[in-house]
Structures are given as structure tokens and as C-alpha cells.
């Protein structure tokens, strides 16, 4: 079996514990002053590229596990913490503050690394958390025409190359068996990321970093969406509590839910 | 076949005829409307609740066609002909697509797109949609809009982003817009009196680069949790499978309510993960959603907060559910829902 190289895209979000406001001139969700971390997703991208490498699950061994982000300077602060967890290195792809990719930019950007790096194995998260579209990973398989297995809560190779997923699906889970090169989108269920220790961080300072931009893989921030304007979903009120079950049930008839 | 392309012919030739050169000018610089909607099927039943594409299709207006694709198709394409409004439905008779797999069902939607120079491509933000759609923007190079809940026009969407917390408005500048719907924002369309002709689509049998080797679905008798009129979820508050099984299902049987399950119950193996509701599991909508022993964290929110009467049973009283519960109820869900399922049954 080839020896996995694995690049990890990871992405920058607003934290998934703080909830988000829209900014007044309704035209997008406040960024400033607000806490990021990285994509939940991506962090099971992380722990599922160093758990293959420590419990050596793959018969060909890990070579390489490569972080890679586009972003503002910051998105640095989470390359960081994917070498902190256990990455070998990363690469950051230099964007301007509140300037953002779409999914199709960040695909085919992600193929060009994915040729550049060699790797044989890309692990994704299913979506992030801010933007909810669920697409990079499928489009980024479709662009190199690689196999993908999306939402992914279970990974096992197997021999000459063959990698077997479980993928949570509608209704339950459905197990599929594709060969290297593959695309993985994670789900939840995967596994639970570590937290990056005192050492790790420290150790993680000394990992190489490499800064590129969009123009080294020949590409521009070309958007094909433009947000016409961002609003606050319509307030729900409360309707307030009842005493007992009797007023449960005799409310419930009211708004004619029973 | 013939009767389609008049009615298509006809449509499109009226007002061009009618509206002179100026009009024709502008049609010729726009392609017309026309939308592909995506039937989603299983062991040849059609899955009815992706019959919402069409709704969805037809609110754009132009032309609708369906398409459907798998090892015995007939019955489902004959079942979404009949679905008024519609001019044709393509089938595409084949094993190799049942499972849906993306490698060879995205190259076989391409072609069939490209063979009916379709403006619209539309699929539900299924985990078909969701794993499929994706895949064929990409070849189409196009940017896909996913999970919206309502078209203002041919070019602009509303969808939901940062978990519901904020609605993005946007304007699509791509040839073909490959776009996936939330269903509880369109309901889906029925069978009716409708004739559409069902045609043979085009197969190219690409090869798929993965095998489907097997699958586990929950089965259950109850409704099912993404078209429910009425949901009861659990959560952390359970505190066990047994408890969740115990208090949660005879309240589902008495009304007849499909089961949900927050995160944390999920996680905990309270209940099954496709019963989860969320940012990350199942978005609902029903008539009536019930949270028992959930907090109400906004990713949890995120799934269930366009319900129309949201009840919860909670021993907190600072849960932040209860600042979106119409109703509301403070008390030990251990004693309150067996109560509660017992005056159900006998009313």
C-alpha cells in the first residue's frame, strides 16, 4: 500500500459557542472582536490524518500530514493548532482581512495543492460552521476525480490501497469501498479531537509554515455568489409557561398543535 | 415525445411573436428558463418528499423536468409524471446508479444537463443532495447555492448561514444554477392530474470509482423525522437509552410523532444518530415539536426553531429553550411526560 500523504484544509470560524450578529449595515455577520477557532469539522479532519499516523491503522504508514488554510493572517493561529494536534506542517494561502473564498475557489485551489503536495488522501470537514454550504470537499473530488466518501464517522484501510468509510447518511449509515487517492468529508461521530498540549504548542512554533497566495496557484478570488445583504432571522417570541400538565395539553389545543 | 416539444415550442414562440424584435433580442441573450428537478428513489419507490424540487422548480416558472435514475425506475418516473405542471420526466434505467454513488451519478447528471441546456438544477439538501449536487457544480463550474428557503427570483436566493442565525440574500451569476432546497421550506408537490412524458435520459455508464458495500437503516414504524407533522425530541435529560426508550416513545405513539434526539443524547447513544436535530443532523419544520430534557443550544436551534408550536418540558427554568417555546412547562420530565402521555391517550 502507497504511503498516505494527507493534506488537511482547515478553516477559520467564528466560534461555535458564540452566537453571531449581523452588522448593522446588514451586510454581513460581525467578525470584529469576536472570538474564531477552527472549524469543528476540521478539527476531526486533524485528529482522524495524526490518530491513522499513531495507531497505525494504514498498512502503508503516514508520510506526511500537511495543514493547509486560506485566510487572513490570523488563520495562522489555527494552522498552529492542527500542528499542535499533530500536523508535520502548513501551509497558509495569504488573503486580506474579510476577504472570503468560495467553495469552488477553495476547491479548485485545494486540487492544485492536493497535485503540488502529492497527496493521496485529502480529509475534509463536511461543512463549516459559518458559511453551512457543505460543498468543498465534494467539489474538490469531482475537479481531481478522485472517489469521495462524505460525512465519514468511520475510516479503515484495508490492503492494495483500499479504504472502506462508514457514512452517516439519512435513515442511518451506509459503508462504502473506494482505492487511494480519495476525498473524506468527517462527520461528527468520527472521532473527538484532543485538545493541543502545553508542549505540542510549543513544539508546533518550530513546524514549517509556508505563506503563498491565490496568485501562486494561478487563481483569483472570482465570486460567482454576491450577498445581496445578510438579516437576523424573524425574533421568536416565548409564549411563556404553564403550571402543570393540564396547562400544557389545554394550551397546546389552543394554538391547535394537538 | 412530440406533444412535449409543442407545448415547449409553443410556450416559448407565444410571446416572442407577439412581443417583436425587442423581445426577441433579450430572449436570445437569455436562454429560457428551464429547471431540472431531482427525484431522489430507492428499490424503485419514489421518495416523495423529494417531490419538493418541483415546487421549488416551479416557483422559478419556465419549463420543469424530472429526472430519475437507478435499477428500476418506471414506477417512480409514471408516480412524478402525474405531478401537474410538469412537461417531462427522464429516467435513466440502470443498477449502477441505485446507491446514488457521486462518482458515476454526478458525469450522468452533467450529461443529461447539458443535453437539456437546463438554467436550473435542483435537489433537495438531502445526504444524496448534499453528497451529489456538490460534485456536479464542480464540473459544470459552478458555484452551487445549497439549502435555500425561498427564491426571490431566477438569480436570487434566501438561505440560512452561521446555523440559522443570520439569512443571507444572494445573486447567482453562473449559466447553471446547480442549487439544493431545505424541504420544510417547500412543500413537496402531489401526484395529480398531471401527464408529463416520460423519456429515456441519456447514459454515458461512467464507471463509479467506489463500491457500495452495505448499509444500515434504523427502521421504525413511526413518521419519519425530516416530513413529521409533529416531533418529539429528547436530550441530555434522559439520562439513559433506557429511560429515552422508556418515556420518549410512548409519548411519540400516543401522538403519533416521529423521535428526534438532541446532540447530547445522540452522543451519549440515548438515540440513534439520524434521529439527531441540528446545525449538523436533521432540520424540521412540524406542526408541533416537543424538546423534552433539552437546553436548547443554538446549534440544536438551528434544526427545529421554524416549527410551528414549539412546547418544552424542562427542569430548568433558564434553559434557553424556553425563550423560543410557545409553551412551556418547568418540571421533572420523568413525572411530567408519562402525565402527559396518559391525558394524550385518553382525550
Not at chain 2, 402531489?190 to 416520460?198: D, L, Q
Request: aromatic content about 4%; overall charge neutral; some cysteine.
Amino acid at each position: 500500500m502507497s504511503a498516505l500523504r494527507i493534506l488537511v484544509p482547515v478553516k477559520r470560524v467564528i466560534d461555535y459557542a458564540v452566537k453571531p450578529r449581523v452588522n448593522r449595515a446588514q451586510t454581513a455577520v460581525e467578525t470584529a472582536g469576536v472570538k474564531h477557532s477552527m472549524n469543528p469539522f476540521d478539527e476531526l479532519s486533524v485528529e482522524e490524518s495524526v490518530r491513522i499516523r499513531e495507531k497505525k491503522l494504514a498498512p502503508g504508514g503516514v508520510e506526511d500530514i500537511c495543514a493547509i488554510s486560506a485566510g487572513p493572517p490570523k488563520a495562522q493561529d489555527i494552522l498552529r493548532t492542527a500542528m499542535a494536534m499533530g500536523a508535520d506542517r502548513a501551509i497558509h494561502v495569504e488573503m486580506k482581512e474579510g476577504e472570503e473564498l468560495e467553495p469552488l475557489t477553495v476547491a479548485k485551489l485545494l486540487k492544485k495543492a492536493a497535485e503540488q503536495q502529492k497527496s493521496n488522501l485529502v480529509i475534509l470537514g463536511k461543512q463549516s460552521i459559518d458559511d453551512d454550504s457543505a460543498q468543498t470537499g465534494q467539489m474538490l473530488a469531482g475537479l481531481l476525480g478522485w472517489p469521495q466518501a462524505t460525512q465519514a464517522s468511520k475510516v479503515e484501510f484495508g490492503e492494495g490501497d483500499s479504504v472502506t468509510v462508514t457514512r452517516e447518511v439519512d435513515g442511518g449509515v451506509e459503508t462504502v469501498r473506494a482505492k487511494l487517492p480519495l476525498v473524506v468529508t468527517t462527520d461528527l461521530r468520527l472521532n473527538e479531537p484532543r485538545f493541543a498540549t502545553l508542549p505540542n504548542i510549543m513544539k508546533a512554533k518550530k513546524k514549517k509554515l509556508d505563506k503563498m497566495t491565490l496568485q501562486d496557484f494561478g487563481l483569483d478570488n472570482e465570486k460567482r455568489l454576491k450577498v445581496l445583504k445578510v438579516t437576523e432571522p424573524a425574533a421568536r417570541q416565548g409564549g411563556g409557561k404553564v403550571e402543570d400538565v393540564d396547562g400544557l395539553v389545554g394550551k397546546l389545543k389552543e394554538l391547535g398543535a394537538l | 415525445m412530440f406533444p412535449t416539444a409543442r407545448r415547449v415550442l409553443g410556450s416559448a414562440a407565444g410571446p416572442l411573436l407577439g412581443r417583436g424584435a425587442s423581445a426577441l433580442g433579450r430572449c436570445r441573450r437569455r436562454r429560457l428558463l428551464s429547471t431540472l428537478a431531482i427525484l431522489e428513489q430507492r428499490d424503485g419507490q419514489l421518495n416523495l418528499a423529494s417531490l419538493s424540487a418541483f415546487t421549488a422548480a416551479k416557483k422559478l416558472g419556465g419549463t420543469v423536468h424530472g429526472f430519475v435514475a437507478g435499477s428500476k425506475v418506471s414506477a417512480a418516473a409514471e408516480q412524478a409524471a402525474k405531478v401537474d405542471g410538469v412537461e417531462q420526466i427522464i429516467a435513466v434505467e440502470n443498477e449502477a446508479y441505485e446507491k446514488g454513488l457521486p462518482e458515476n451519478y454526478a458525469p450522468l447528471l452533467v450529461e443529461n444537463i447539458k443535453k437539456g441546456n437546463y438554467t436550473h438544477v435542483i435537489s433537495g439538501h438531502t445526504a444524496f443532495g448534499k453528497n451529489v449536487l456538490p460534485r456536479v457544480a464542480a464540473l459544470l463550474d459552478s458555484q452551487q447555492i445549497s439549502d435555500i428557503t425561498s427564491i426571490h427570483d431566477e438569480k436570487t436566493f434566501v438561505r440560512p448561514i452561521y446555523a440559522g442565525n443570520a439569512i443571507a440574500t444572494v445573486e447567482s451569476s453562473d449559466p447553471v444554477r446547480i442549487i439544493t432546497i431545505r424541504g420544510t421550506a417547500f412543500a413537496p408537490a402531489t401526484p395529480e392530474s398531471g401527464s408529463a412524458a416520460v423519456v429515456r435520459g441519456v447514459d454515458p455508464k461512467p464507471e463509479s470509482m467506489t463500491e457500495w458495500v452495505s448499509e444500515d437503516l434504523a427502521k421504525s414504524d413511526r413518521p419519519d423525522l425530516a416530513t413529521a407533522s409533529k416531533v418529539v425530541a429528547g436530550g441530555r435529560g434522559l439520562k439513559s437509552k433506557e429511560d429515552f426508550d422508556r418515556v420518549m416513545l410512548p409519548l411519540a405513539d400516543a401522538l403519533g410523532a416521529a423521535v428526534g434526539a438532541s446532540r447530547a443524547a445522540v452522543d451519549s447513544g440515548y438515540a440513534d444518530n439520524s434521529l439527531q436535530v441540528g446545525q449538523t443532523g436533521k432540520v424540521v419544520a412540524p406542526q408541533l415539536y416537543m424538546a423534552v430534557g433539552i437546553s436548547g443550544a443554538i446549534q440544536h436551534l438551528a434544526g427545529m426553531k421554524d416549527s410551528k408550536v414549539i412546547a418544552a418540558i424542562n427542569k430548568d427554568a433558564d434553559a434557553p429553550i424556553f425563550q423560543v417555546a410557545d409553551v412551556g412547562l418547568v418540571g421533572d420530565l420523568f413525572e411530567k411526560v408519562p402525565e402527559l402521555t396518559e391525558k394524550i391517550k385518553s382525550s
